[in-house]
């Protein structure tokens, strides 16, 4: 069973940048499709970036579309975020997942079985 353990959150201002990263253990990092996806207080968990197995392809939600990029190094096993242009909007709870069964990729929660404990960035204005 995967274990994946955020890091890298912080508090910013707006228009700063920061990286969040994820680092998996216990499991066969390269074969899983990954994504993050964050929650913001009394909200639901969003999509926002997933990432294939090789990373030759990936996909982002409209709301970070061209200000986030994902990106992993599967020698590494660990998956990042960079996040650019943050708004006060972003702030949230960050969660990477992974797609530990399925071949398809996915932009949907129920489609992750593995999750880490999250990492909190909060957008000051």
């Known amino acids: 069973?995967?274990?994946?353990?955020e890091s890298g959150g912080a508090?910013?201002?707006?228009g700063d940048s920061l990286r969040v990263s994820c680092a998996a253990s216990g499991g066969t990092f390269s074969?899983?499709?990954?994504?993050?996806?964050?929650?913001a207080p009394g909200k639901e968990r969003k999509f926002i970036a997933v990432i294939s197995r090789s990373g030759g392809y990936t996909a982002y939600g409209d709301s970070v579309k061209g200000r986030f990029t994902i990106s992993r190094d599967n020698a590494k096993n660990t998956v990042y975020l960079q996040l650019n242009s943050l708004k006060p909007e972003d702030t949230a709870v960050y969660y990477?997942?992974?797609?530990?069964?399925?071949?398809v990729i996915?932009?949907?929660?129920?489609?992750?079985?593995?999750?880490?404990?999250?990492t909190q960035v909060t957008v000051s204005s």
């Open 1 to 5: 069973q995967v274990q994946l353990v």
């Open 11 to 14: 508090l910013v201002q707006a």
């Open 31 to 39: 074969r899983y499709h990954m994504g993050w996806f964050r929650q």
């Open 96 to 103: 990477c997942a992974a797609e530990t069964n399925s071949d």
């Open 106 to 118: 996915s932009t949907a929660l129920r489609a992750y079985d593995a999750w880490g404990q999250g």
